[in-house]
């Protein structure tokens, strides 16, 4: 039977040790808890030995998205794309009105900005429908 064992590099080892010190920052692990996983990590040969020292530790969280209403998210999602005509045919035609009559206060702001966080609402739902569930075990 052939060796399936996959070397683990320096990088590997320093990713490891990375998150048993975090690990122990954070008061998961005890001081000697962290000095003797810390010391197998280095001594550690290959890759299934590094996993070992780290299966009881919590994953990282995913990194949380950024503005959900991009021009990557308006190309994905049609749907994005008719609320957004949508907000603006309300929010131009609203400010025409409001210069039609010479109204002093400027009162279209407060449906435009209801619609603007319907809007980013929607594109957050959508956003987060897209990325994967994954259980962050603590």
């Not at 550690?44 to 996993?51: C, K, P, Q, S, V």
């Amino acid at each position: 039977m052939e060796n399936t064992r996959i070397r683990a590099a320096d990088a590997d080892r320093e990713r490891v040790a990375t998150a048993v010190q975090i690990a122990g920052s954070e008061g998961r692990l005890t001081l000697e808890e962290v000095e003797e996983r810390l010391g197998r990590v280095y001594a550690a040969r290959f890759t299934d030995e590094l996993g070992a020292l780290t299966a009881d530790l919590p994953r990282p969280a995913p990194p949380s998205s950024g503005f959900p209403l991009t021009r990557a998210a308006l190309r994905r999602h049609p749907a994005l794309r008719v609320h957004l005509a949508v907000v603006v045919a309300i929010a131009v035609v609203a400010t025409v009105r409001w210069v039609a009559l010479g109204a002093g206060f400027f009162w279209p702001v407060f449906p435009v900005f209801w619609l603007a966080v319907s809007l980013l609402v929607h594109a957050r739902v959508r956003s987060a429908r897209e990325r994967p569930r994954t259980a962050v075990p603590y």
